[in-house]
Structure formats: structure tokens, C-alpha cells
């Protein structure tokens, strides 16, 4: 009956050091490698708002751009939380993502259908209608 797609840009926070020895921020290993930043993806992460697009990535572990925005910025300044040096040679960055969704509308059976008196009728699957029973 009806197809379509949609897409958009999801995005994963990533985050590195340049530093020459690994280090602990937020509970996380951060080293050399780019590494995504650990975090939940469910509604109001981190007390993030987010909304219906946002969802549908964050089902997909991805998050909208502000939201990674405020999840890489949340990283840093954890760190500087953490330690005397606070970010001092991490490097963040986010990589984007596209999603696409496909969608299919297929009819089926019919259901419940009936006159303006609520009397019945007999339909057959494509849901012309016959007599009425």
C-alpha cells in the first residue's frame, strides 16, 4: 500500500589522549586510540533532553548532535573534576553516522466491519464489501 525511508545523522562522542601513558577519567581507559565515550543511551541521559529523532537513534546507541555535543563537553569537564590536570591532552571528537529506516504498509484482513446500525457485514480481504449477513 505505502513505503517510504527516512534518514538521519546520528552521532558517537569519541575521545583520545596524547599523552604517552593511559589514564582513567570518569571510569573509563582513555589512551592513544579513539574510543567512544561511555555512556547509557536512554531518555534523559546524563539529565540531556532529547526528542522523537533523538529517541529513534539513542535506540541505536547514537545520540542527536547536541546531545553528543553536551556528552563530550560532560567528559572533559569530568576531568578536569578528576585530576590535578585535569583535560589536559585529551582530544574528543564525534563521529557521525547516517541511519536509515524503511517502512512498508501492507493491508491484511479486515476487521470488525459494519453498517450504521452496527449490524455486521460481510467482507472478503481486499475489503470489498458483499452482502450483508
Excluded at 589514564?23 to 561511555?38: T, Y
Excluded at 563537553?73 to 563521529?95: D, K, M, N, Y
Amino acid at each position: 500500500m505505502s513505503s517510504g525511508e527516512s534518514r538521519s545523522i546520528g552521532y558517537r562522542p569519541e575521545v583520545r589522549t596524547s599523552y604517552s601513558s593511559p589514564s582513567l577519567v570518569a571510569g573509563q581507559i582513555v589512551d592513544s586510540e579513539w574510543r567512544p565515550i561511555n555512556f547509557e543511551t536512554h531518555k534523559g541521559i546524563f539529565g540531556v533532553p532529547t526528542g522523537y529523532f533523538d529517541e529513534k537513534l539513542a535506540e541505536r546507541g547514537l545520540l542527536g548532535r547536541a546531545q553528543a555535543e553536551t556528552i563530550r563537553w560532560w567528559f572533559i569537564a569530568q576531568a578536569e573534576a578528576e585530576r590535578a590536570a585535569g583535560s589536559l591532552c585529551l582530544e574528543t571528537r564525534l563521529q557521525a553516522y547516517e541511519l536509515v529506516m524503511t517502512h512498508k504498509v501492507t493491508p491484511k484482513e479486515i476487521v470488525g466491519a459494519y453498517d450504521s446500525r452496527g449490524k455486521p457485514l460481510a467482507t472478503d480481504i481486499k475489503g470489498e464489501n458483499h452482502d450483508t449477513v
